[in-house]
């Protein structure tokens, strides 16, 4: 059993939705939504409204928390590489890094491309 969470959208009991209504008849309240797993915000909020209503109030300082980059980003042959897999039969078992930019490809054993280890997160190739 997952355990029930609750939508981090800061807005969610604003929204006047059945499923949201609470307490006796004299006494009705809206409340924020409560889950076990959501759509939205990686996991976090019940819809793209509240998504939305997140990142309007907290946005900004997430950016200031994580930190601004003040450099462009550059995407050179060392950093263009990602997984791909041959589907066409009969080589659909056949593996390898791709690099978008030169076109070049390296051959990954199935267990590199499974387990993810031979491409960093930001495209370097590390075998
Ligand atoms: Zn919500």
């Given at each position: 059993m997952s355990q029930l969470k609750y939508c981090q959208g800061p807005?969610?009991?604003?929204?006047?939705?059945?499923?949201r209504k609470k307490g006796p008849k004299d006494n009705k309240r809206n409340e924020t939504r409560r889950r076990s797993s959501f759509c939205y915000l990686n996991?976090?909020?019940c819809s793209m409204q509240c998504q939305g209503d997140w990142?309007?109030?907290?946005g900004q300082r997430a950016l200031q928390h994580f930190g601004m980059i003040t450099?462009?980003?550059?995407?050179?042959?060392?950093n263009a590489?990602?997984?791909?897999?041959n589907w066409n039969h009969p080589n659909?078992?056949?593996y390898y890094a791709h690099n978008y930019l030169t076109d070049e490809?390296?051959?990954?054993?199935?267990?590199?491309?499974?387990?993810e280890n031979a491409i960093?997160?930001?495209?370097?190739?590390t075998i």
């Open positions: 807005k969610c009991h604003m929204y006047d939705t059945k499923d996991g976090n909020a990142f309007d109030v907290y450099q462009p980003k550059v995407l050179t042959k060392d590489w990602q997984y791909r897999r659909a078992d056949t490809r390296r051959p990954l054993t199935q267990q590199q491309y499974d387990n960093t997160s930001d495209g370097q190739l």
